[in-house]
């Protein structure tokens, strides 16, 4: 693929609900713009952009994916993105490395969920949008219907550029209303062969048009006003200037599984969004501090940032960048302005789904990929050393649940932290955490799927066999009464025996205090150098607990009195003695179960409200408050224990089809009710049985 100069590329993510063409969409244009000489088809996993394995199985997308194509002079950079919320986070890093948004929705389902979002971020990020009426060719397709839908979801200024001819079986083609021309299977065709109802729906459609166009533009409104209508020029140049600013949003519409309409929306994609160089400048830091503006200049300072790694156990990782000022060189040297180190650059690529192609340089406004960058990772900004300057960095969705990993083997153990860590590195939506106090590997990410995904990753990218389970709750142990006890180990039957003896009294501290030891001898009951021995043994013994095995907290231990004996006495008997002590102490004082709270809010639509506080009140919840979440949302904010919300992210998505959000952190331990306690002392004690029988 020959080079093009910014002002002749766009740069586009595709992006919008799962399951609405998206992926089928970009292959068909790839076909239309003779980008691949077979239509592959998601049904067959043969698609472009859907190569990885996962994606074929499950015929859904999971990575953002690389389209590059030609069309009458510019190159068009599209990045498929999944739909599926769980992947959400793929979507964020492309958003980054375009000026433009295609958003997919599907002609029977209209706005869904994820529209929502994509035209959120898209809006935040201030990208120009145009929207494509996807899977016209379906029973029920509807496009005045979705059309209306969307100027009411997001404003009068979201309208049709073009009107359908036809609708699910006989959609045969599209008429631009703009020049109202028809065009057909195979290229325009006569507006009068158009049925007479069709036509005169194009007509109110245009006059919405031109009158959404005037509305962007202070002198278009008032020549509108004055003539009642404006020129074809006019109306054009008022379509480009208000998709770059983003004060309007073209509404098309295609069958892409059919081909119909994909070429007349290449050439408004290539027509109407803007270029790298038409943009104002991308803002960076510069390395002594200040703020500049970065236009998209091949000779101008390098700033290229890296938008997504893939890892790949064999060729190493792969680096997708968009380069945003300057020019990147195959086999150069660039510097990490976020590691301040220095990187080498090695064989660039113009990528195309999983097909890499050799190129020796990749110029401002375009997009990219390097394979083994040795420093370089996701959201990392490399630049020349000398002039350094910083990209703002990409801002990845939180993980929203969590389950504990567990090697299947001793050799997948071996090799799961390092394997783990390469995941880590390619997708910013994954956490992992040793959970020091459960001893289990916590991985956390944005859904259920998306774990699954990682488990089937390791696997097949690294070899390493992993279960999946919901993590165990750390819950603790304390105590609410008074004991004093002794416990006093012996051991005297022939050659040097074993004595230590000691008195201790137990008692409860607030929540949250902690241990503490007290040591009331007098009088050398105890040698004051077996004092810690005693301490140590009440110590590993609140390790292991009493109740249920659990950690033993916020307790008072005071070691009041002891004896010893002057050969027999040794550190380990008076450590066994302390433990013996702790242990008896704890059956005497009223041993209870603490479980830990987290402090959760819910956003969700009003009219949902209700549902989510009767699920939270079924989940033991302490309801603390209501407040608008703003757009017609509300926050609903409550203390749950954690052992009822390990599985809130699917509850929530299967209450609201995807509409609800939430976040949880930890606040306090508390009192775990008599009923509950029952169920995890009887719990804990089937598995250290099943431990013990091993
Ligand atoms: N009838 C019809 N079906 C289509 C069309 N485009 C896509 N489909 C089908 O719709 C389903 C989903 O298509 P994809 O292209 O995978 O949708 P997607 O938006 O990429 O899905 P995700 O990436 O998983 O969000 C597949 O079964 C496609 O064959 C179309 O124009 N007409
Ligand atoms: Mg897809």
Known sequence: ??????????????????????????????????????????????????????????????????????????????????????????????????????????ATAGVEVQTDKIWKLATTERLSQIVVVSRMDRENAAFPRVAEGLAQRFGRQVVPLQWPIGAAGSFTGVIDLVMMIAHGPSGPIPLDSVPPDVQAAARAARDRLVEAIADTDDKLTETYLDKGELETGEIIAGLQGGVRAGTLVPVLCTAATRGVGVAVLLDALSQLLPSPASRPG??????????????????????????????????????????????????????????????RVGQLFVLRGKHQEPVPEIGAGDI????????????????????????????????AISMAIEPK??????????????????????????????????LSGMGESHLEIVADRLKRKFGVEVALSIPRVPYRETVRGHARVQGRYKRQTGGRGQYGDCWIELDPRPHGEGYEFVDKIFGGAIPRNFIPSVEKGIKEAMEEGMVAGYQVVDVKVTLVDGSYHDVDSSDMAFKIAGSMAFKKAMQEAKPVLLEPIANVAVQVPEDQMGDIIGD???????????????????????QVPMAEILRYASDLRSITGGRGTFEVEFSHYDEVPAHIAERVIAEARKQKEAVESR
Request: charged share 30%; glycine share 10%; net charge neutral.
């Open 1 to 106: 693929m020959k080079r093009y100069p910014a002002d002749k590329i766009r740069n586009i993510a595709v992006a919008g609900h799962g399951g609405t063409g998206k992926t089928s969409l970009v292959e068909a244009m790839l076909f239309a713009a003779k980008a691949v000489d077979r239509l592959g088809r998601v049904d067959d996993g043969t698609t472009t952009t859907d190569f990885d394995p996962e994606e074929i199985r499950r015929k859904i997308t999971v990575n953002a994916a690389l389209a590059p194509l030609e069309w009458k002079e510019t190159k068009l950079n599209c990045i498929d993105t999944p739909g599926y919320p769980d992947f959400i986070g793929e979507a964020a890093g492309a958003l980054r490395a375009v000026e433009s948004v295609l958003i997919v929705v599907d």
């Open 282 to 343: 991308t803002p960076a830091r510069s390395a002594k501090g200040g703020e500049t503006t970065l236009p998209a200049a091949a000779d101008g300072v390098l700033a290229v940032q890296v938008f997504k790694t893939m890892a790949d156990p064999y060729v190493g990782k792969l680096s997708y960048l968009r380069v945003f000022s300057g020019t990147l060189k195959s086999d150069s040297q660039a510097w990490n302005a976020n590691r301040g180190k220095a990187e």
């Open 368 to 399: 990219g990929a390097v394979a083994k960058l040795a420093e370089t990772g996701t959201g990392d900004t490399l630049t020349d050393k000398d002039r350094a300057v910083t990209l703002a960095p990409i801002e990845f969705p939180k993980p």
């Open 409 to 442: 083997s001793k050799a997948d153990e071996d090799k799961l932290g390092a394997a783990l860590a390469r995941l880590v590195e390619e997708d910013h939506t994954l956490r992992v955490r040793r959970g020091s106090e459960m001893k289990q590997t916590i």
């Open 616 to 638: 939270l009140n079924s989940k033991r919840a302490r309801i603390q408050g209501m407040e608008p979440g703003g757009d017609g949302t509300s926050v609903v904010r409550a």
